[in-house]
């Protein structure tokens, strides 16, 4: 029999098997020679358990409703987050790549083109990852509504917190520093899953370390110095690392909600089976030996002979 490579615990959608359920006992009388099947008055016993419940159940099809505008804007947040990471992490090679520069221009001239290079180079990729990270910005808002509709929805209840309210706590610096977190751990709370909350609270310390560091990286630039300016060359990395990190994790928090692992997949849910270790007995049990132990011990010789002594007194006696 040939197993199928699909794991055992896989969702419908990625299963190519399927489960068919039939009575235990019956061939498959879908042929053209099957035979009629004859009713019987007896009592209906199964020599298995039926496994009846392991059907899928159908998957409702989706009205055809015209998609809202924020739910088409949802789903640009995970390519919007994946090239926001890579824009900044290029960001990040640039700044080094100048840093470097430096280091070798306290001793050596750099030619003019490098030094072109190097400033097209940063001034871009600090350019475009700018501009992608407000378009994820935009996305990511999008997907926060999507969610709170659906999440309050599901429980019966109407989204407390109106769309003007939720992108206003999102998108103003420095009070986004503490809004976004509190608007996903409202419609965390109640889960069982502890996973989603816990994600939501570390991508939340990484988000306002980030944004500290943003912060600390313009007023850094306003330094007169060359040394200083050196040191926000790297400061500049640091703060677009962390930048690239924040969108990796927001991109983890946005899977992690929705069910699914970073890459996309649907996560899967751990089946435990109990399993009884081999009883392992406490006392020793009696192995019989093919011959009897003499025993060699002085106080074992003097035992027997007062043994001896009192049996032959005994037999004297009567």
């Known amino acids: 029999m040939l197993l199928s490579p699909g794991p055992i615990d896989a969702p419908p959608q990625r299963r190519n098997y399927r489960w068919v359920a039939r009575r235990p006992g019956r061939l498959d009388r879908s042929g053209p020679t099957a035979a009629t099947e004859q009713a019987s ?10 496994r009846w419940g392991l059907r899928d159940h159908p998957v409702p099809a989706e009205r055809g ?9 949802a789903r640009w947040v995970y390519p919007a987050l994946l090239a926001t990471a890579v824009l900044f992490g290029l960001a990040a090679v640039a700044e080094l790549g100048r840093y470097l520069i430096l280091l070798r221009n306290r001793t050596r001239l750099i030619e003019p083109p490098l030094l072109w290079f190097s400033d097209a180079l940063v001034n871009t990729a600090a ?59 409202e419609i965390l709370a109640g889960r069982d899953d502890p996973r989603p909350l816990q994600a939501v609270r570390i991508w939340w310390a990484v988000w306002v370390l980030g ?4 912060v ?8 007169d110095s060359l040394q200083a300016e050196a040191d926000g060359v790297l400061f500049t990395a640091l703060t677009d690392l962390a930048a690239a990190a924040v969108a990796v994790l927001t991109l983890w928090v946005v899977r992690t909600v929705e069910g699914r692992d970073l890459s996309g997949r649907d996560r899967l849910a751990h ?21 009897a132990t003499v025993s060699t011990a002085p106080d074992a010789a003097t035992a027997d002979s007062r043994d001896g002594a009192g049996r032959a007194q005994e037999v004297v006696a009567q």
């Open 41 to 50: 008055a007896e009592t209906p016993r199964y020599t298995e358990i039926p």
């Open 65 to 73: 409703e015209h998609p809202r505008p924020l739910s088409t804007l």
């Open 127 to 185: 350019l475009f990852a700018l501009i992608m990270a407000l378009v994820a910005a935009a996305a990511a808002l999008g997907w926060l509504i999507e969610v709170r509709r659906a999440a309050f929805a599901a429980a019966g209840r109407r989204d407390p917190r109106s769309p003007r309210t939720l992108a206003l706590g999102c998108l103003i610096p420095v009070v986004n520093l503490i809004w976004p977190g509190v608007f996903l751990s």
């Open 211 to 214: 944004g500290l560091l943003s």
């Open 216 to 223: 600390a990286a313009l007023f850094w630039r306003t330094a």
């Open 271 to 291: 089946r435990w089976v109990v399993a009884v270790d081999p009883a392992t007995p406490l006392i020793e049990p009696v192995h019989p030996s093919g011959a």
